[in-house]
């Protein structure tokens, strides 16, 4: 198989595996409940210090500033809820982007309907990128929170962090960002960033699946939005996954030290051109989305005028290359994705859309193949498409 869909999930890399696998098998006592005060809970507890120390290493801060959370997900959904319940005695109005993951947009638009906050949602142009004006625009003395994500899911389109991030620092305004598609991929850095808070999980840097954190800078309250537990420093209760936590930071050690040196950053980039001037030549009417210079290095979204994507979808995967499309399947109904559409990509296009996006293993057999692959299935869709 050539796996093409990296922005959906990596596989766990044998250095995580390694890592877990003690814990996993509770070798020498290595069993224990991490809040125990014997000498296994001890054990267990001390992997978990030492791992969130070199969190805090790695992204600048400290120890009590990593809260360990199950994921990407929950990481989004305790920064919005936790951080806009807290701080609501100082305004009702939150900020986020028409194209964010709906870990953000779900928990964004629950606290508006059911919550009585104050929503806006910022449009983007045609590249996917947030216009600074309309940004600044919508800013109130009454806004609380505002939450952008560094690299969309999608499209890969890198979002100016920085830029925003300094003028809601400039007004008191707390910035989170959904930092899951660039963390081991660029630098991260969230005071360099400028931001509040920052959610990273496991799985998209060849880490276990269900682990995760929130960066959440020191001196700012949150709420917690679980109850049951003092786990976390009270800010997300339940026993700690251990293995999962180590798995995390074994993957993250290896992901950025790929950051530093940068070649996967060049290798992957250089593939991926290659991939996009194939399409290029087999269909000349596809569209990219997105600037090369302006999305992550590994990722390229198209999309082909007058194809099924869905059919399209199906068969590449016969042919043994699993990628992903810019619809999502819903009880057998196509819907077209929020992403494109926020882009003004019109749905019928949009159902034509596919993403690519290259790892570790990807080689440049992985891509001659995949384009071989795509001219034998658009040459049998060409025909219905042309009567």
Same mark, same amino acid.
């Given at each position: 198989m050539v796996y093409l869909d990296y922005n959906a999930t990596t596989?766990?890399?044998? !250095? %995580?595996? /390694?890592? &877990?696998?003690p814990w996993l098998e509770g070798r020498d006592g290595a069993y224990g409940n991490p809040s125990s005060i014997h000498q296994a809970g001890r054990q267990v507890r001390a992997a978990i210090d030492e791992a969130r120390d070199q969190w805090a290493h790695w992204l600048g801060g400290k120890p009590h500033e990593v809260i360990f959370t199950a994921g990407g997900t929950e990481s989004d959904n305790l920064a919005i809820l936790g951080l806009a319940r807290r701080h609501r005695p100082r305004g009702h109005h939150l900020i986020t982007s028409a194209l964010e993951h709906h870990a953000v947009l779900h928990a964004m638009e +629950?606290?508006?309907?059911?919550? $009585? +906050?104050?929503l806006t949602i910022l449009? *983007?142009?045609? !590249?996917?990128?947030? /216009?600074e004006n309309l940004f600044l625009e919508a800013l109130r003395p009454e806004t609380i929170l505002v939450s952008i994500m560094e690299a969309n899911n999608e499209t890969g389109v890198i979002q100016p962090i920085e830029k925003l991030a300094r003028h809601c620092q400039e007004r008191g305004i707390l910035f989170h960002t959904d930092a899951v598609q660039t963390f081991g991929k660029r630098r991260c850095k969230p005071r360099e960033l400028q931001v509040d808070a920052l959610s990273i999980t496991a799985h998209k840097f060849y880490g276990p699946r269900g682990a995760g954190l929130l960066w959440l800078r020191s001196g700012v309250e949150i709420n917690s939005i679980f109850y049951g537990g003092f786990q976390e420093n009270q800010r997300r209760p339940g026993t700690e996954n251990t293995a999962s936590i180590v798995g995390m930071t074994s993957a993250a050690c290896l992901a950025l030290k790929e950051v530093e040196l940068g070649f996967q950053a060049q290798r992957q980039g250089e593939l991926r051109e290659v991939l996009w001037r194939g399409i290029q030549q087999i269909y000349p009417q596809v569209v990219r989305h997105g600037k090369a210079e302006h999305t992550l290095f590994n990722t390229l979204h198209v999309h082909f005028p007058h194809v099924d994507g869905e059919m399209l979808l199906i068969a590449l995967d016969l042919e043994g290359i699993a990628v992903s499309s810019g619809s999502a399947c819903m009880v057998g109904s196509i819907r077209s @994705?929020? *992403?494109? %559409?926020? &882009? $003004?990509?019109? %749905? @019928? !296009? %949009?159902?034509?859309a596919v993403?690519? @996006?290259? $790892?570790?293993?990807? @080689?440049?057999e992985d891509i001659h193949y995949t384009l071989a692959a795509l001219e034998r299935v658009l040459a049998r869709q060409r025909p219905s498409f042309e009567k």
């Open positions: 596989p766990l890399c044998p !250095e %995580a595996l /390694e890592s &877990m696998l +629950f606290l508006r309907d059911q919550e $009585g +906050f104050e449009p *983007v142009n045609q !590249e996917g990128l947030l /216009e @994705s929020h *992403v494109l %559409a926020a &882009m $003004g990509i019109p %749905a @019928s !296009e %949009a159902q034509g993403r690519f @996006s290259l $790892g570790r293993q990807t @080689s440049q």
